[in-house]
């Protein structure tokens, strides 16, 4: 009967965790670049080997595509495929981010609003307009020159294990010790998606399939709810046996 | 004395109707728990009295599309095979990952076993229905996917579905109306051992009064 309790109250806990995934990521609808949480279930099992419930305290983070809205701003980039775009914070530190949303800086470099910058892109000074073609390589007009210039090319990156991409406070995510070595390349080849300009790529949460979730959520809690009832019940019937 | 044997009776009926709501409880508390089997309880008179056992159910669970490349669905029975801290391991629950060092993971990190130990997954690797898996065109190793016939493991013919989940076994809508009928039973087993103690001080108390 205990078991029972305590079955259910994980199942509780494991629900009100999924609840807790599902808000972050609908809060996070309209965030370019965010990447959805997935929350995942686990059968507990006790040191006697029997069933003691369900656990839901982890998350796996997916990175399937989001969908691509176009806009009207240059700088404005998405990748239509697998990759991320490699960036350095104002501290200088290296992150990883799938957000696109980039603005040009006095000094040519493009820069996301938290203020970290595309790694190995600059462009040159007195560029009036600028095209990025999808396999990554940058043209500028630059006043003065006829003929547009070569301005280099934007990177992608991406590891064996996406998924321990660590996420910090500023939106970004970080390489760790699970993620492996960061593979390198341009867009367009070795697998590694396209590159769209005045695109922005969505967060890939699907708010219809979210609302269901909360939906099920809730009702498989009630469920756990009313099995902890009915053991609560039986105890109930079982302290009653002996009426004086 | 007939008496106490309807008492212990009751008795067996209440204790099997707990270790049926504890299994219940179970399920409902794994009905989102992928590649998860329902236990049952199995309940049986034994003579007059109730006896209970719990055995697994090996039921196959709904199939959900995911998209996510490492995500592995069994159809038809068998495992995967893990590498366990003591040992092989076997498990249905097919959301797999890879890690640092490219190796296939299941979702408690344990290495999904091939048939030449832990299995690297290329990035451009597809896996076929067969559990085979196939990277530039190439074989390159094969799921090991076991079944166990009176204990002895032997290659199960379940096939794979990359992208899918198998979702947990349990029904939810029988396991309520399991919970509700072990509670009833159980208040009538309750019922039963409270009339069977009234007929007994009637017997010890109030029949010595009259005689006297």
Known sequence: MNRALAAGASGMAAQQNVLDIIAANLSNVDTPGFRADRPEFASLIGPDGRGMGALSQRSARLFSQGKLDPTSNDFDLAIDGEGLFEVRTASGAVAYTRAGNFTRDTAGALRLPNNAALAHVRLPAGTLAVTFDQDGRIHARVAGKPAPVDAGRVRLCSFANLSGLRLEDDGLFYASRDTGPVLRGAPDSGGFGKLRQRCLERANVNVVNAMMSVLAAQRAYEANAKSVQAADEMLRLANNLERG | ?212
């Open chain 2, 1 to 212: 004395m007939q008496l106490p044997n309807a008492l212990t009776s009751a008795a067996a009926g209440m204790r099997a109707q707990t270790s049926r709501l504890d299994a219940i409880a179970e399920n409902l508390a794994n009905a989102d728990t992928p590649g998860y089997r329902p236990r049952r309880a199995l309940v049986r008179g034994f003579g007059e009295q109730m006896q209970s056992a719990v055995v697994t159910a090996s039921v196959q669970g709904a199939l959900r599309h995911t998209g996510v490349a490492t995500d592995l669905a069994l159809v038809g029975p068998g495992s995967f095979a893990v590498a366990g801290a003591n040992g092989v391991e076997y498990t249905r629950d097919g959301r797999m990952s890879v890690d640092a060092s490219g190796a296939l993971c299941d979702v408690r990190g344990r290495h999904v076993l091939g048939s030449l130990g832990a299995i690297h997954l290329p990035h451009d690797a597809t896996i076929h229905s067969d559990g085979r898996i196939f990277s530039h065109g190439q074989v390159i190793d094969r799921l090991r996917i076991v079944d166990f016939d009176g204990g002895v493991a032997r290659r199960a013919h379940a096939s794979v579905r990359a992208g899918y989940l198998e979702e947990s076994g349990v029904d939810p809508i029988s396991e309520m109306t399991s919970l509700v009928a072990a509670e009833r039973a159980f208040e009538a087993d309750q019922k039963a051992a409270q009339q069977t103690d009234d007929a007994l001080k009637r017997a010890v108390v109030e029949l010595p009064a009259v005689r006297s």
